[in-house]
């Protein structure tokens, strides 16, 4: 009993903190550019691969892993902002943008993960932990792995809470969140914005697949399953509320954990879905998230 | 939108159910059929032959999608796992009872519009990204429950084997033709149906709620009951897509539903063109060639679609049926020409096209109808 409310515990707090990086990236788009990315589920693909790279291939610090994830995502969205959405900014008041740029960011996702695919195989890849060893409490076993994934996690969501209310850029993107005429007409350089916001949300990503490299493999299609989990925890909490999105993150990772101890793996996924459909029927706009404009 | 502009009175929309379809149209129509219905006969490839079947079937199922999609605008994304229930619907029928097959077409169909309408309820709530996520839960939910399922009503992961086809007393080179041509033949109603559909009020009143909810409901259309009758019609064809593919491929698994297979398909109907009637044909048409072609090269194969995909959404926003919806028309005002120039209507009301590629353009988004 005592063990397993360890590791309900314990398993929220790191699945929580995993999906809350990947889905804050979402979070923050959506807010600023009212778009729902797909490609951030292959940043995590790209991101495991460069985790890869670095640790396995060259034997680098897993320092240099985080950074070069960070930095090479954050071009990679910025480039898929600059491909697939940027062209598209002038239908943004038509009713179908957001299917118009879900479908397009989508096919940057199926490119990024079929080239892989084609150049890299699709062999599973290990990727050493970044930290090895771990921590036995109460025969629950935590990974150190897991523990620091939790930790950069936090800082990381604290480092971007920081990000947009302290500084100039930050502030900005959420001025663009909130009314983006009237942001324009204050002098925000709206068309910088986005492809930063974009290329930001990514890097975040990118970081979260250096240490799901870690845990599970670096494949063409690690970025899937991030990708559901996180389109889960952005709907839950509210599309383009941050905070929702947190307290979202650890609410399915706490009924995540808990199906897994309690029924086993194999239904976790479905058992979420579930919960899902009913908190849509009972609360169509999610968790924090408003009908229709005050964001972020 | 141009469409209220019409809708003066009843009579004004039973005119006919194509407007825009000259008797040149029509020839040229029955011209494309014919050509189509003649293939088996050249065709002495089994293996294409049967992959022309599958294409077939995959169009049902995306015309299907289309009126959901493409016409009614609603994020349908749980389509595969209505189709999986008429083709499971159908399958556990024929295993358990005698029921002929071609009964179980439509009692597939039936079962596939039940789940539809029943999928329909907790939608009505929602709009846009979210109806996509509660529909795709639905579809992974079903997909693990028939993956999981240990009664073997279903057959788990390894699926129903050996269900029986519809032709099952002809050798196997003239069942491919026997079900090209039944499918073939589907495939031609479901698509002057839905056009009709489209262009009658039902039609008007969807692509109304479509493009602006708010001006729909303010005129009295009610989208809540829309939605549902939408939804059960789709269901309807999709569900006789299942049971078609459970009755040609002899089996179903799980394997038809999920991202993937979801993914070509969504591809398929945004290439050819969401919202028009003949989108759907192109684009299934062309993704299974690029398909087909790559068989061996998965990776490739996805490579180009993607690509593709995105250069379709960005420079063609109404799909290639809009091209070619173009060419068609013009084509048409000169066939027109020779009989009677006044009968053509101007090019630039919605209803004067054929497939409603004007409408469709709109909604696509060319910036000047709904800028706030």
Not at chain 2, 1 to 16: E, N
Request: proline letters at 5%; hydrophobic letters at 55%.
């Amino acid at each position: 009993m005592v063990t397993n409310f360890v590791a309900i515990v314990v398993n929220t707090i790191i699945l929580g903190s995993i999906y809350g990086l990947v889905a804050i990236g979402m979070t923050l788009i959506y807010g600023t550019l009212r778009i729902l990315d797909m490609s951030q589920g292959s940043m995590v693909m790209v991101g495991s691969f460069i985790g890869w790279g670095v640790l396995v291939v060259a034997g680098w610090s897993p320092v240099l892993a985080i950074l070069a994830a960070f930095a090479a995502t954050f071009m990679l969205g910025v480039l898929t902002q600059l491909v697939s959405v940027q062209p598209l900014m002038k239908r943004r008041n038509a009713i179908d943008f957001e299917m118009v740029t879900f479908i397009t960011t989508f096919a940057v996702a199926m490119v990024l993960t079929n080239v892989a695919l084609e150049v890299l195989g699709p062999f599973q890849r290990n990727v050493t932990p970044v930290i090895s060893g771990g921590v036995t409490i109460h025969t629950v076993n935590l990974p150190y792995q897991s523990l620091a994934m939790a930790i950069v996690s936090i800082a990381l969501m604290a480092g971007l809470g920081l990000f947009l209310s302290r500084t100039r850029w930050g502030m900005a993107i959420r001025a663009v969140a909130q009314n983006l005429d009237a942001a324009r007409l204050m002098g925000v350089p709206v068309g910088k914005l986005y492809p930063l916001t974009m290329g930001l949300a990514s890097a975040l990503a990118g970081v979260a697949g250096v240490f799901l490299g870690g845990l599970y493999f670096a494949y063409p299609g690690a970025g899937d399953l991030p990708l559901l989990e996180a389109l889960i925890v952005v709907i839950f909490g509210g599309l383009g509320s941050l905070p929702g999105t947190i307290y979202a993150a650890y609410a399915i990772g706490l009924i995540q954990a808990t199906a897994e101890q309690i029924v086993g793996e194999t239904w976790s996924l479905p058992i979420l879905y579930g919960v899902i459909l009913i908190v849509l029927i009972v609360r169509p706009y999610g968790l924090l998230g408003k009908p229709s404009e005050a964001r972020l | 939108m141009t469409d209220h502009a019409p809708v003066t009175g009843r009579q004004a929309l039973a005119r006919s159910a194509f407007p825009s379809m000259t008797s040149g149209r029509w020839g040229l129509t029955a011209f494309a059929v014919a050509i189509a219905a003649a293939i088996p006969l050249v065709m002495t490839n089994q293996y294409y032959l049967s992959v022309m079947v599958t294409t077939l079937i995959l169009l049902v199922l995306n015309i299907s999608w289309n009126f959901v999609l493409g016409v009614a605008g609603v994020w349908n994304f749980g389509q595969l796992a209505i189709y999986a229930m008429g083709g499971y619907g159908a399958g556990i029928m024929m295993l358990r009872t005698s029921l002929s097959p071609w009964l179980a077409l439509l009692a597939g169909g039936v079962v596939a519009a039940i789940a539809a309408m029943l999928l329909a309820f907790p939608t009505l709530r929602l709009y846009g990204i979210y109806t996509s996520l509660l529909t795709f839960a639905f579809a992974e939910v079903i997909q693990y429950m028939i993956l999981n399922d240990g009664s073997g009503i279903t057959g788990g992961s390894f699926g129903l084997p050996s269900v029986p086809g519809l032709f099952d007393t002809l050798s196997i080179d003239d069942q491919n033709r026997a079900y090209y041509w039944t499918i073939l033949a589907i495939v031609v109603t479901v698509t002057l149906v839905l056009a009709a559909v489209k262009q009658s009020e039902l039609g008007i009143a969807l692509r109304s709620i479509r493009d602006a909810p708010a001006y729909a409901a303010a005129r009295g259309v009610n989208p809540l009951r829309l939605r549902v009758i939408a939804f059960a019609i789709s269901g309807f064809i999709a569900g006789v897509a299942g049971a078609l593919y459970v009755c040609a491929e002899g089996s179903i698994s799980p394997s038809v539903m999920g991202l993937t297979p979801m993914s070509v398909y969504v591809t398929m109907l945004v290439i050819g063109g969401l919202g028009t009637s003949t989108g759907p044909i192109i684009g299934t048409i062309l993704v299974q060639i690029v398909a087909t072609v790559l068989v061996t090269r998965p990776g490739a194969e996805f490579t180009i679609l993607g690509l593709f995909l995105l250069v379709v959404v960005i420079f063609v926003p109404d799909g290639l049926a809009g091209v070619v919806g173009r060419y068609w028309r013009r084509i048409g005002v000169w066939a027109a020409e020779g009989e009677n120039p006044a009968a053509d209507e101007p090019p630039d009301t919605g209803e004067a096209v054929p497939d409603g590629t004007a409408a469709a353009s709109q909604a696509e988004g060319s910036p000047d109808p709904h800028v706030a």
